[in-house]
T-cell receptor, first 116, second 113 residues
Framework: NAGVTQTPKFQVLKTGQSMTLQCAQD?????MSWYRQDPGMGLRLIHY???????DQGEVPNGYNVSRSTTEDFPLRLLSAAPSQTSVYFC???????????????FGPGTRLTVT | AQSVTQLGSHVSVSEGALVLLRCNYS??????LFWYVQYPNQGLQLLLK??????LVKGINGFEAEFKKSETSFHLTKPSAHMSDAAEYFC???????????FGKGTRLHILP
Protein backbone atom coordinates (compact mmCIF):
# COMPACT_ATOMS: atom_id res chain seq x y z
CA ASN A 1 0.00 0.00 0.00
CA ALA A 2 1.91 3.04 -1.27
CA GLY A 3 -0.72 5.64 -0.29
CA VAL A 4 -0.54 8.81 -2.39
CA THR A 5 2.38 9.07 -4.80
CA GLN A 6 3.48 12.11 -6.79
CA THR A 7 5.97 12.54 -9.61
CA PRO A 8 8.25 14.28 -10.19
CA LYS A 9 9.65 15.44 -6.84
CA PHE A 10 11.38 18.47 -8.39
CA GLN A 11 10.88 20.29 -11.69
CA VAL A 12 12.25 23.43 -13.29
CA LEU A 13 10.32 24.93 -16.20
CA LYS A 14 10.82 27.93 -18.41
CA THR A 15 7.98 30.43 -18.78
CA GLY A 16 5.49 29.20 -21.37
CA GLN A 17 6.37 25.52 -21.12
CA SER A 18 3.71 22.97 -20.25
CA MET A 19 3.89 19.94 -18.04
CA THR A 20 1.80 17.44 -16.10
CA LEU A 21 2.21 16.65 -12.43
CA GLN A 22 1.26 13.07 -11.77
CA CYS A 23 -0.71 11.84 -8.75
CA ALA A 24 -1.89 8.34 -7.94
CA GLN A 25 -3.47 6.67 -4.92
CA ASP A 26 -4.06 3.01 -4.18
CA UNK A 27 -6.60 3.36 -1.36
CA UNK A 28 -9.69 3.41 -3.60
CA UNK A 29 -10.57 6.91 -2.37
CA UNK A 30 -13.31 8.77 -4.19
CA UNK A 31 -12.10 12.25 -3.35
CA MET A 32 -8.85 13.68 -4.64
CA SER A 33 -7.48 17.21 -4.53
CA TRP A 34 -4.59 19.37 -5.63
CA TYR A 35 -3.20 22.10 -3.39
CA ARG A 36 -0.39 24.58 -3.76
CA GLN A 37 1.63 25.73 -0.78
CA ASP A 38 3.31 29.11 -0.70
CA PRO A 39 5.05 30.79 2.28
CA GLY A 40 2.54 32.54 4.53
CA MET A 41 -0.41 31.42 2.41
CA GLY A 42 -1.04 27.95 3.81
CA LEU A 43 -2.52 25.41 1.42
CA ARG A 44 -4.78 26.68 -1.31
CA LEU A 45 -7.06 24.35 -3.21
CA ILE A 46 -6.54 24.32 -6.97
CA HIS A 47 -8.93 21.62 -8.22
CA TYR A 48 -10.69 18.66 -6.71
CA UNK A 49 -12.62 15.58 -7.76
CA UNK A 50 -15.39 13.66 -6.01
CA UNK A 51 -15.08 10.65 -8.28
CA UNK A 52 -13.99 9.42 -11.71
CA UNK A 53 -15.26 11.73 -14.42
CA UNK A 54 -16.13 14.56 -12.00
CA UNK A 55 -13.90 17.57 -11.30
CA ASP A 56 -14.45 21.05 -9.93
CA GLN A 57 -12.51 24.22 -9.28
CA GLY A 58 -11.04 25.26 -5.97
CA GLU A 59 -9.79 28.65 -4.79
CA VAL A 60 -6.99 29.16 -7.34
CA PRO A 61 -7.80 27.22 -10.54
CA ASN A 62 -6.50 29.65 -13.16
CA GLY A 63 -3.65 28.26 -15.25
CA TYR A 64 -4.31 24.65 -14.27
CA ASN A 65 -6.35 21.82 -15.76
CA VAL A 66 -7.29 18.44 -14.32
CA SER A 67 -9.06 15.28 -15.41
CA ARG A 68 -10.11 12.15 -13.58
CA SER A 69 -10.48 9.21 -15.93
CA THR A 70 -9.82 6.58 -13.25
CA THR A 71 -10.31 6.39 -9.49
CA GLU A 72 -6.56 6.02 -8.97
CA ASP A 73 -5.12 8.90 -11.01
CA PHE A 74 -5.59 12.67 -10.85
CA PRO A 75 -3.01 14.52 -12.99
CA LEU A 76 -2.57 18.30 -12.84
CA ARG A 77 -1.64 20.08 -16.05
CA LEU A 78 0.06 23.43 -16.37
CA LEU A 79 -0.74 24.65 -19.87
CA SER A 80 1.67 27.60 -20.07
CA ALA A 81 3.84 27.94 -16.99
CA ALA A 82 4.31 31.35 -15.37
CA PRO A 83 6.71 32.42 -12.59
CA SER A 84 3.66 32.92 -10.31
CA GLN A 85 3.18 29.15 -10.44
CA THR A 86 6.46 28.55 -8.65
CA SER A 87 5.30 26.63 -5.59
CA VAL A 88 5.12 23.29 -3.84
CA TYR A 89 2.23 21.18 -5.09
CA PHE A 90 0.50 18.56 -3.00
CA CYS A 91 -1.96 15.94 -4.11
CA UNK A 92 -4.32 14.46 -1.54
CA UNK A 93 -6.99 11.81 -1.37
CA UNK A 94 -9.76 11.45 1.16
CA UNK A 95 -11.61 8.53 2.61
CA UNK A 96 -15.38 8.17 2.32
CA UNK A 97 -17.48 9.95 4.97
CA UNK A 98 -18.29 6.91 7.08
CA UNK A 99 -16.56 4.69 9.55
CA UNK A 100 -13.56 5.35 11.73
CA UNK A 101 -11.49 6.88 8.96
CA UNK A 102 -14.18 9.31 7.81
CA UNK A 103 -12.91 12.48 6.15
CA UNK A 104 -9.25 11.67 6.78
CA UNK A 105 -7.17 13.18 4.01
CA UNK A 106 -3.85 11.66 2.96
CA PHE A 107 -1.17 13.73 1.28
CA GLY A 108 1.53 12.90 -1.20
CA PRO A 109 5.15 13.99 -0.61
CA GLY A 110 4.83 17.03 -2.88
CA THR A 111 6.36 18.37 -6.09
CA ARG A 112 8.60 21.42 -5.86
CA LEU A 113 8.15 23.43 -9.07
CA THR A 114 10.24 26.39 -10.14
CA VAL A 115 9.29 28.46 -13.18
CA THR A 116 12.01 30.77 -14.51
CA ALA B 1 -18.64 30.14 3.68
CA GLN B 2 -16.56 28.05 6.01
CA SER B 3 -13.08 29.22 6.99
CA VAL B 4 -10.43 28.81 9.66
CA THR B 5 -8.17 31.37 11.26
CA GLN B 6 -4.96 30.40 12.97
CA LEU B 7 -3.68 33.01 15.39
CA GLY B 8 0.08 33.47 15.17
CA SER B 9 2.12 32.45 12.16
CA HIS B 10 5.04 31.62 14.47
CA VAL B 11 4.94 30.33 18.05
CA SER B 12 8.00 29.65 20.20
CA VAL B 13 7.95 27.57 23.37
CA SER B 14 10.68 26.15 25.57
CA GLU B 15 11.28 22.42 25.65
CA GLY B 16 9.06 20.96 28.37
CA ALA B 17 6.59 23.87 28.31
CA LEU B 18 2.93 23.81 27.31
CA VAL B 19 2.17 24.04 23.60
CA LEU B 20 -0.97 25.99 22.63
CA LEU B 21 -1.80 26.60 18.97
CA ARG B 22 -4.99 28.52 18.31
CA CYS B 23 -7.62 27.86 15.66
CA ASN B 24 -11.00 29.52 15.22
CA TYR B 25 -13.51 28.44 12.61
CA SER B 26 -16.53 29.95 10.97
CA UNK B 27 -19.28 27.66 9.86
CA UNK B 28 -23.03 27.91 9.68
CA UNK B 29 -23.47 24.29 10.79
CA UNK B 30 -21.43 22.05 13.09
CA UNK B 31 -18.27 21.28 11.15
CA UNK B 32 -15.66 18.57 11.09
CA LEU B 33 -12.28 19.92 12.22
CA PHE B 34 -8.74 18.68 11.80
CA TRP B 35 -5.19 19.41 12.80
CA TYR B 36 -2.35 18.42 10.47
CA VAL B 37 1.40 18.58 11.00
CA GLN B 38 4.05 19.15 8.35
CA TYR B 39 7.68 18.38 9.05
CA PRO B 40 10.32 20.06 6.85
CA ASN B 41 10.25 18.93 3.22
CA GLN B 42 7.42 16.49 3.83
CA GLY B 43 3.71 16.25 3.12
CA LEU B 44 1.00 16.81 5.72
CA GLN B 45 0.12 14.18 8.31
CA LEU B 46 -3.15 14.01 10.25
CA LEU B 47 -2.70 14.70 13.97
CA LEU B 48 -6.31 14.47 15.08
CA LYS B 49 -9.88 15.15 14.00
CA UNK B 50 -13.22 16.20 15.50
CA UNK B 51 -16.34 14.65 13.96
CA UNK B 52 -19.06 15.57 16.50
CA UNK B 53 -18.37 12.78 18.96
CA UNK B 54 -16.33 13.70 22.07
CA UNK B 55 -15.41 17.39 22.29
CA LEU B 56 -11.94 16.57 23.63
CA VAL B 57 -10.00 14.77 20.94
CA LYS B 58 -6.70 12.98 21.49
CA GLY B 59 -4.25 12.60 18.64
CA ILE B 60 -0.82 11.26 17.94
CA ASN B 61 2.42 12.34 19.64
CA GLY B 62 0.62 13.49 22.82
CA PHE B 63 -1.41 16.26 21.17
CA GLU B 64 -5.05 16.93 21.92
CA ALA B 65 -7.64 19.52 20.93
CA GLU B 66 -10.93 20.67 22.42
CA PHE B 67 -13.94 21.67 20.33
CA LYS B 68 -15.72 24.65 21.91
CA LYS B 69 -18.84 25.58 20.01
CA SER B 70 -19.54 28.69 22.10
CA GLU B 71 -16.10 30.07 21.21
CA THR B 72 -15.98 28.55 17.67
CA SER B 73 -12.53 27.30 18.59
CA PHE B 74 -10.49 24.13 18.18
CA HIS B 75 -7.16 24.89 19.86
CA LEU B 76 -4.33 22.33 19.81
CA THR B 77 -2.40 21.61 23.00
CA LYS B 78 0.40 19.42 24.30
CA PRO B 79 1.40 19.47 27.98
CA SER B 80 5.16 19.24 27.43
CA ALA B 81 6.94 20.28 24.24
CA HIS B 82 9.67 18.15 22.74
CA MET B 83 12.29 19.21 20.25
CA SER B 84 10.79 16.82 17.71
CA ASP B 85 7.53 18.84 17.78
CA ALA B 86 9.15 21.61 15.76
CA ALA B 87 7.07 21.73 12.57
CA GLU B 88 4.28 23.63 10.87
CA TYR B 89 0.75 22.94 12.05
CA PHE B 90 -2.42 23.45 10.03
CA CYS B 91 -6.01 23.63 11.20
CA UNK B 92 -8.65 22.58 8.64
CA UNK B 93 -12.44 22.46 8.39
CA UNK B 94 -15.04 20.65 6.32
CA UNK B 95 -18.75 21.25 6.59
CA UNK B 96 -20.33 18.25 4.93
CA UNK B 97 -19.40 15.22 2.90
CA UNK B 98 -19.15 16.88 -0.48
CA UNK B 99 -17.40 20.02 0.66
CA UNK B 100 -13.82 20.93 0.18
CA UNK B 101 -11.44 20.75 3.12
CA UNK B 102 -10.29 24.33 3.80
CA PHE B 103 -6.95 24.92 5.52
CA GLY B 104 -5.72 27.75 7.71
CA LYS B 105 -2.48 29.54 6.86
CA GLY B 106 -0.47 27.49 9.33
CA THR B 107 1.50 28.09 12.51
CA ARG B 108 5.18 27.30 12.64
CA LEU B 109 6.13 25.93 16.06
CA HIS B 110 9.68 26.57 17.29
CA ILE B 111 11.02 24.69 20.30
CA LEU B 112 13.67 26.48 22.34
CA PRO B 113 16.25 24.35 24.19
Amino acid sequence: NAGVTQTPKFQVLKTGQSMTLQCAQDMNHEYMSWYRQDPGMGLRLIHYSVGAGITDQGEVPNGYNVSRSTTEDFPLRLLSAAPSQTSVYFCASRSTPSGQGAYEQYFGPGTRLTVT
Amino acid sequence: AQSVTQLGSHVSVSEGALVLLRCNYSSSVPPYLFWYVQYPNQGLQLLLKYTSAATLVKGINGFEAEFKKSETSFHLTKPSAHMSDAAEYFCAVIQNRDDKIIFGKGTRLHILP
